[in-house]
């Protein structure tokens, strides 16, 4: 497995791909890889004829008031689990490289990421990721990139952003990995405080419940919600940060349960903010 830090590098390696004419799958990550990347990961290797993995915390992302220091770096744990998985070139570069001193570009994407993590982590955080993402793109040339079910708004906006930019890259997006228990594996996860880890089960439960009333007739976004939201809220010490009942394609809240739905939602317990997300349906999918 080879590493790559420099941009030069970076670039050199893709053109030779090119030049080779083999397939590259990318897999953007921001390290603390766990199952859920690993599962991209493996599915790139059998798709591609090498498989790319960036490992870089974007600070791009993360808002003053976010968790960027804190967010967790297990570069060697990353560089075995990467190696395990079929990983052939790991890509690492700095921040400095990635934004050096004067750049004034970025990439948005606008409708999109009005709602849901836009509407309370602000649009800027999507900014970095579409900013980041492109630069990526650029570096890699990718022939695919792989992301992941459980960052719902993220793949709708990539998927928009490689459309109107034209980019020559196809995205796959993946099913959402799970704990034995239902938790949605995150990087954050690590960080729940114990006491608080059997109670981060909240919105997966939430979502849960709102795939039951749905089986059994419900179609009204707000009676919904509104049961949802009071399941989450029994616990006084989790903040529900959204939960929202929209179009899987557009992001917009959707008037009645008549068609493909995306429930998403967001809560902060223990210090540690948490996603998930289910598609539901009258007639399915019930299995996400």
């Known amino acids: 497995m080879r590493i790559i830090e420099s941009l030069e590098e970076m670039r050199e390696a893709a053109a030779e791909l090119a030049a080779g004419r083999r397939s590259s799958g990318l897999v953007p990550t921001m390290g603390a890889l766990h199952e859920g990347h690993l599962s991209l ?46 990983v052939d070139i790991v890509f690492h ?61 993220q793949a709708v906006v990539i998927q928009r952003m490689v459309l109107d930019l034209n980019f020559p890259v196809e995205i796959i997006v993946c099913p959402i990995v799970r704990e034995d228990d239902g938790l949605a594996m995150s990087s954050r996860n690590r960080n729940l405080p114990p006491q608080y880890r059997p109670r981060a089960l909240a919105l997966r439960r939430a979502l849960e419940l709102g795939r039951k009333l749905i089986r059994e007739g419900e179609t009204d976004p707000y009676l919904l919600a509104n049961a949802m939201g009071q399941r989450i809220l029994m616990d006084s010490e989790i903040e529900l940060d959204y939960l929202e009942i929209v179009s899987p394609e557009t992001l917009e809240a959707v008037e009645k349960l008549d068609d493909l739905a995306l429930i998403a939602g967001a809560v902060k317990i223990g210090g540690v903010r948490l996603i998930d997300n289910i598609l539901v349906g009258p007639d399915g999918p019930w299995e996400d």
């Not at 600070?59 to 998985?85: G, I, M, V």
């Open 41 to 86: 990961m493996r599915r790139s290797a059998g798709e591609n004829g090498v498989t790319v993995v960036s490992i870089f915390v974007n600070p791009a992302q993360f808002s003053p008031e976010e968790d960027y220091d804190s967010y967790p770096r297990t570069w060697e744990e990353d560089l075995a689990a990467a190696k395990s998985a079929g």
């Open 93 to 153: 570069p700095g921040a400095e490289q990635m934004y050096p001193p004067r750049s004034q570009t970025s990439v948005m994407v606008h409708g999109l990421t009005r709602g849901l993590c836009g509407m309370s982590r602000g649009q800027g955080h999507f900014r970095g990721v579409t900013t980041v993402v492109a630069k990526l793109f650029n570096l890699v040339r990718p022939t695919r990139a792989y992301f992941g079910q459980k960052d719902a708004q």
